[in-house]
């Protein structure tokens, strides 16, 4: 009976993921250049401002500090924008899923090929600032080039997290507290912006159970800085979070497209 | 071998019953209809077919396989148009076919190819290169039903297709439906609109609050089922001067008062003290069958 040419779940996945890349690439213009101008900014405000108090942080020059979170809090923000709003809008506003549903795709493939263009995407961020920080020469050690696997894994970790609180989400407003409470925060004390050894006792574990903490301190290890909670947690984390946290937010997400 | 057996099939969601112990079989080509209020539970059975709906008891099988395990078979078979538009707004005509070739794997040439004739067939190849925003309600409904037919399925499922078009366009959709019947397809729609079901299928069930209440061919269940003629009279205060007394069965709504009899007849003889623009004697048709079947009251 099952002589059914269907194609294999990588297919499938794959074809999914083509889908986005081909919605993403449609505008191009307005998708592909705020990667690029958001890190100038950054630079700008920091190089013109901010850095002429601060000389220097954990013995580097304070620009150069910086630079190194930066190549990922952008991934973590273009993937959490991702599987909230956006996620939230095919779900709700386009219905694009009860359209994908229609063809040979199980909800699986939907959100596994989804989170694998949010980690893409995630990449391409990385990428993008990692070219502007070279343009400033910046990118002082090849270690920094870790940042595009990192990048890709960080937007996998907030891609998945956001979809599973998308999962719970029926009102696109609500939206606003995930972003204020958690993701804001997260840019400050994930030991981007200053050492975590900066932060109080009572509250340094905090920042070892976070996301963003994680990939931050292997990139701050591959270009040669200091990683306060160590190599192998901050790997443990990373590896273990993506596929638990995906695993549920597409459980989740099952239950709010098939009922 | 029947293309969809639904047997014994009940689906509650919490507290509502939508769906309340349905059966039906549609054979490999034919032409199935479901017809029935909002609500009646139409959609509910569609969605099951494909597991889109997960039913709470009962079985179905289609084409073969039970959507509850093989869903990714049927809807490899099928096409779905579903009730709702649901096309990728920010891409073009052509690529939105282009994308979904992909999900059913279809090899690019192959694709190119399916995709210029689908458009042909549904008559938008002029708008190839369009947005989806720049189409009318018309087209993106057809190019609804051109996805659908990509992976050239054996069995289209239509959930009120035609909701919301225009004469023209509903007149073109239905065309296209009969073409692809002729070419051999099963096809399943719903619909409450009574003149779609009847020029369409060759079967049908009228569903209301959850459970079939007729089934059979259009042509039988008006014959079957309600007198053959029916009067209208628009004014009630023009009923108030009728007399006649004779074995008609009559219903009163709101202003208007029906008159059935099998014997046209008898209806031009009660019509006959009434002034020409207070009264319209017609044959009766689906409508008259659904509504006193399913009720006149709303359904909401």
Redesign the interface.
């Known amino acids: 009976m099952n002589s059914v040419p269907i194609p294999s779940w990588p297919r499938r996945v794959a074809s999914v993921w083509w889908r986005h890349v081909r919605v993403y690439s449609s505008s191009l213009f307005s998708n592909a250049l705020p990667p690029f101008v958001e890190p100038l900014i950054f630079l700008a405000g920091i190089g013109l401002g901010l850095g002429k108090y601060i000389v220097s942080m954990d013995g580097v020059p304070y620009i150069q500090f910086l630079a190194v979170g930066l190549v990922l809090t952008s991934s973590m923000y273009t993937a959490s924008f991702e599987n909230t709003f956006g996620t939230f809008i095919r779900l709700e506003f386009d219905k694009v899923y009860d359209g994908m549903q229609a063809a040979s795709l199980t909800v699986r493939d939907l959100m596994v090929g989804e989170l694998l263009f949010t980690a893409t995407k995630g990449a391409f961020f990385a990428s993008a600032v990692l070219a502007i920080l070279a343009c400033f020469g910046l990118v002082t050690s090849p270690g920094m080039l870790w940042g595009i696997p990192l990048g890709f894994l960080t937007a996998g970790m907030f891609g998945a997290l956001a979809m599973l609180v998308t999962s719970f989400v029926t009102n696109i407003n609500h939206f606003n507290f995930y972003f204020t409470l958690f993701i804001s925060p997260l840019f400050f004390f994930s030991g981007v912006v200053f050492p975590l050894s900066q932060l109080p006792e009572g509250v340094r574990w905090l920042a070892g159970v976070v996301p963003l903490t994680h990939p931050v301190e292997l990139l701050r290890a591959a270009a040669g800085g200091h990683s306060e909670f160590g190599v192998v947690w901050n790997l443990v984390y990373l590896v273990l979070f993506v596929p638990l946290v995906g695993w549920a937010a597409v459980r989740r997400m099952r239950r709010r497209l098939v009922s | 071998m029947p293309a969809i057996i639904v047997d014994h099939v009940h689906k509650s969601?919490e507290e509502f019953r939508a769906v309340n112990d349905v059966s039906f079989r549609v054979e490999t080509g034919e032409f199935y209809g479901l017809l029935g209020p909002n609500g009646a539970g139409k959609s509910s059975l569609m969605?099951m077919l494909?597991?889109?709906?997960?039913r709470t008891s009962g079985t179905i099988e289609v084409l073969?396989?039970d959507p509850a395990r093989?869903?990714?078979?049927i809807?490899?078979?099928s096409g779905?148009?579903?009730q709702?538009?649901?096309?990728?707004?920010?891409?073009d005509v052509e690529?939105n076919l282009?994308?979904?070739a992909?999900?059913?794997?279809l090899a690019a040439r192959a694709a190119r190819e399916r995709i210029h004739e689908l458009l042909d067939f549904l008559e938008l190849s002029e708008k190839k290169r369009a947005k989806i925003r720049e189409l009318s309600g018309g087209m993106r409904r057809r190019l609804?039903i051109a996805?659908?037919l990509l992976?050239n399925p054996q069995l289209l499922i239509l959930d009120e297709p035609t909701t919301g078009l225009d004469p023209q366009v509903r007149h073109l959709i239905w065309d296209k439906l009969r073409l692809l019947k002729k070419q051999g397809l099963t096809l399943m729609l719903t619909t409450h609109y009574m003149e779609e079901a009847f020029q369409l299928c060759d079967r049908l069930a009228i569903v209301d609050r959850g459970t079939k209440v007729l089934e059979g061919k259009p042509i039988d269940l008006v014959k079957g089922h309600i007198e053959a003629y029916v009067l209208e009279i628009i004014q009630r205060e023009a009923s108030a001067r009728l007399t006649y007394q004779g074995p008609v069965r009559r219903e009163t709504i709101q202003d208007r008062v029906l008159f059935f009899s099998d014997s046209a007849a008898e209806l031009e003889a009660i019509a006959g003290g009434l002034s020409p623009g207070d009264f319209y004697l017609r044959q009766s048709n689906l409508e008259d069958v659904f509504l006193k079947t399913t009720g006149r009251s709303l359904h909401e």
């Open positions: 969601y969605r494909y597991n889109k709906t997960e073969g396989f093989d869903e990714l078979s809807k490899y078979l779905i148009v579903p709702d538009d649901n096309l990728d707004v920010d891409l690529t282009q994308v979904y992909n999900f059913y794997g609804i996805r659908a992976n």
